[in-house]
């Protein structure tokens, strides 16, 4: 299992917007290969920083994948305009979450 964490730094003015056009794109991400849910979080301190963390079964399913996809084009393209800078974005692997998560 593999982590995608993109740090998405949005303008401050349009996280309402933001959020409303994540919600519209997110089919796409949703139907790429090797996808295995997602979380868009939003700061507590930094409520216009937005972690969204993507589970892959594998790293290439991401990237190349879905990176190298019509369907990532699009995902960009909708939610460009609200950057305030470019995101960061990195992986992590591990085994998905163990519950009772304390």
Do not use: C, K
Not at 14 to 43: I, S
Request: charged letters at 25%; proline letters at 6%.
């Amino acid at each position: 299992m593999v982590y995608e964490i993109a740090v998405l730094p949005v303008h401050q003015q349009n996280v309402e917007r933001f959020r409303q056009a994540f919600a519209e794109v997110a089919p796409l991400l949703r139907r790429a290969r090797g996808y295995g849910g997602h979380m868009l979080a939003q700061g507590i301190e930094t409520p216009e920083r937005f972690n969204l963390i993507v589970r892959w079964q594998s790293l290439q399913d991401h990237t190349p994948g879905f990176e190298a996809s019509e369907d990532h084009r699009l995902f960009m393209l909708g939610l460009e305009e609200y950057f305030s800078e470019e995101p960061t974005v990195y992986h992590m692997e591990g085994a998905a979450f163990e519950l009772p998560f304390m």
